[in-house]
């Protein structure tokens, strides 16, 4: 039906509590799905994945690597699930970095328990080794990145990934990146550490390759219903050992922006995220523009989102894709902040307020290290559609109304003075990246100082504030932070 590549993200941040209820009610399949993975983890001496998934629960969730990589697999495999049920069919599925292992079980080239076990072996193999080391997203392309790597002369500060023309991934030692970082700012190239579980993409990791290739249980695999194009071996997978595979996959470079751009070529023109936000899309809106993107789990009912784009597109059918194997060339993780800026001002559409994110978004140029990226923290309701307004409630009416107004006025004016614009044209509301043009890594870098100014470290792991960013919002947060920490 429709000409779609089905996108499977690799690091990001822990999904939401209950982020899979609606579908787990409504669907079989996912419901199979999950219980494959629940019975994998029970067996690796893990939790239920799906419990918190599936139903609100109360108290801190487990955390471990494990535990975050089986939680993605289970979003982006029940969200496969909900685009084939309702009638959706993928020409290819393409995985970042990790999610090239969810992508094979999708297709069926894999079973989901074989994956589950892989993925869990593959962290264990990382954590095993213990590579003290750091990744770095640079707002430049990849031959300028691997220029700046060049320069620091380090054999294993690497280009890890090229998302987009104006973004790339340094993965390195922790003081190799530290010299990066300080380059990149004097020649005001922004730039973001990642706090991911595990740095990958590097030949510094070989030693977890190699152990993974000796440890790992070995998987049946075999052809399966659909296609799944790699971006790091730049080819589409062909009669691969997984294990080897994903071996290959933790020293290798990865190169979404040459896969997206060889599938977009080959007639592709839809994209769809099997995740919780928008994170692979808007590395593929980079790179493709006039592409379209869609991540059902954003939107405030994802079922009737993925309902009107097959009714969409019904009566525009094209033949399917066959995509020519891009260049063998490799691609790469998932943990980054959004592409470049969307410049027309959409009409405001009013979402509810995004979850808050897990996954550390660290520093950027002359800012200190930022936690995580692309995860959304601990919210309520699903981000609406594409370019969304959050119009929050104003604070309530006691002593946090004359601190609110105070940083509202302050915060203004730090963005002002930043962004160089004057502070009485910055809206309470207006989303910084949409309605602004702020872009993802600039952002970090104005929560980076928000946090500092206001002594609130925790902040900069709230990437709900970079996802729908508005001064309201910001200005909220640091008061309700403030007041949480006055009572503790």
């Given at each position: 039906?429709?000409d779609s590549?089905?996108v499977?993200?690799g690091?990001?941040?822990?999904?939401?509590?209950?982020?899979?209820?609606?579908?787990h009610?409504?669907?079989e399949?996912?419901?199979?799905a999950?219980?494959?993975?629940?019975?994998?983890?029970?067996e690796?001496g893990?939790?239920?994945?799906?419990t918190?998934l599936i139903e609100?629960?109360?108290?801190e969730r487990p955390y471990?690597?494990?535990v975050?990589?089986?939680?993605?697999?289970?979003?982006s495999?029940?969200?496969y699930h909900l685009l084939?049920?309702?009638?959706?069919e993928?020409v290819?599925i393409?995985?970042?970095?990790?999610?090239?292992l969810?992508?094979?079980?999708?297709?069926?080239?894999?079973?989901?328990?074989?994956?589950?076990?892989l993925a869990?072996?593959?962290?264990?193999?990382?954590?095993r080794?213990?590579?003290?080391?750091?990744?770095?997203?640079?707002g430049?392309?990849?031959?300028?990145?691997e220029?700046?790597?060049?320069?620091?002369?380090?054999?294993?500060?690497?280009?890890?990934?090229?998302?987009?023309?104006?973004q790339s991934?340094?993965s390195?030692p922790?003081?190799?990146i530290?010299e990066a970082?300080?380059?990149?700012e004097a020649?005001?190239?922004p730039s973001?550490?990642l706090d991911v579980?595990h740095?990958?993409?590097?030949?510094?990791?070989?030693?977890?390759?190699?152990?993974?290739?000796?440890?790992a249980?070995?998987?049946?695999y075999?052809?399966?219903?659909w296609?799944?194009?790699s971006?790091?071996?730049?080819?589409?997978?062909?009669?691969e050992?997984?294990v080897?595979?994903?071996?290959g996959?933790?020293?290798?470079q990865?190169r979404?922006l040459?896969t997206?751009?060889?599938l977009?070529?080959?007639?592709?023109?839809?994209?769809?995220e099997c995740g919780?936000?928008?994170?692979?899309t808007r590395f593929?809106?980079?790179?493709?523009?006039?592409?379209q993107?869609?991540?059902?789990?954003s939107?405030?009912d994802?079922?009737a989102?993925?309902?009107?784009?097959v009714?969409?597109?019904?009566?525009?059918?094209?033949?399917?894709?066959?995509t020519?194997?891009?260049p063998?060339v490799?691609?790469?993780p998932?943990?980054?902040?959004s592409?470049p800026p969307?410049?027309?001002?959409?009409?405001p559409a009013v979402?509810?307020p995004?979850?808050?994110a897990t996954?550390?978004?660290?520093?950027?140029?002359a800012?200190?290290?930022?936690?995580?990226?692309?995860a959304?923290?601990?919210?309520?309701?699903?981000?609406t559609?594409?370019?969304?307004?959050?119009?929050d409630?104003?604070?309530?009416t006691s002593?946090?109304?004359?601190q609110?107004?105070?940083?509202?006025t302050?915060?203004?004016?730090?963005?002002?003075?930043?962004?160089?614009?004057?502070p009485e044209?910055?809206?309470?509301d207006d989303?910084?990246?949409?309605d602004?043009?702020?872009?993802?890594?600039?952002?970090?870098a104005?929560l980076?100082?928000?946090a500092d100014r206001y002594?609130?470290?925790?902040?900069?792991?709230?990437?709900?504030?970079l996802?729908?960013?508005?001064l309201?919002r910001?200005?909220?947060?640091?008061?309700?932070?403030?007041?949480?920490a006055?009572?503790?």
């Open positions: 039906m429709v590549v089905f499977m993200p690091t990001v941040a822990a999904p939401r509590t209950g982020i899979l209820r609606d579908l009610s409504r669907y399949t996912v419901r199979e999950l219980t494959r993975i629940d019975k994998a983890a029970r690796l893990l939790p239920d994945i799906s918190r609100d629960v109360a108290g471990s690597p494990e975050q990589y089986l939680e993605i697999f289970a979003v495999l029940s969200t084939v049920a309702e009638g959706v993928p290819a393409v995985g970042q970095s990790i999610g090239e969810w992508a094979l079980a999708a297709a069926g080239h894999v079973s989901v328990a074989d994956a589950a076990r869990v072996a593959r962290s264990q193999a990382l954590t080794q213990a590579w003290p080391g750091k990744m770095l997203a640079v430049v392309d990849g031959r300028r990145a220029s700046l790597a060049g320069l620091i002369g380090h054999p294993h500060l690497v280009l890890a990934c090229e998302n987009t023309p104006r991934v340094l390195g922790r003081r190799q530290d970082e300080r380059v990149a020649l005001g190239w973001v550490r579980p740095p990958t993409h590097t030949p510094a990791v070989a030693q977890a390759a190699r152990d993974l290739l000796a440890t249980p070995r998987v049946s075999g052809g399966g219903r296609r799944v194009s971006p790091w071996l730049g080819r589409d997978i062909g009669d050992d997984p080897e595979l994903v071996a996959a933790l020293t290798a990865v979404m040459h997206v751009r060889a977009h070529a080959a007639g592709a023109d839809t994209f769809i919780e936000w928008p994170v692979v593929i809106e980079a790179s493709v523009p006039g592409v993107s869609v991540v059902p789990l939107e405030h994802p079922v989102a993925v309902r009107a784009l009714a969409g597109r019904t009566d525009t059918v094209s033949p399917q894709v066959r020519p194997a891009p063998p490799p691609v790469a998932a943990p980054v902040a592409p969307v410049p027309a001002r959409p009409a979402p509810a995004p979850p808050v996954t550390p978004v660290p520093a950027v140029p800012a200190p290290a930022v936690p995580s990226v692309l959304p923290p601990t919210p309520q309701e699903p981000v559609p594409a370019s969304p307004v959050v119009v409630p104003p604070p309530s002593d946090a109304d004359g609110y107004a105070v940083v509202l302050e915060i203004r004016a730090l963005y002002g003075d930043y962004l160089g614009y004057p044209l910055l809206g309470d989303v910084l990246e949409s602004l043009g702020v872009e993802s890594l600039k952002q970090v104005l980076s100082r928000v002594g609130l470290p925790d902040l900069r792991a709230n990437t709900s504030l996802t729908v960013g508005t309201r910001i200005a909220q947060a640091v008061v309700q932070a403030r007041g949480e006055t009572a503790r």
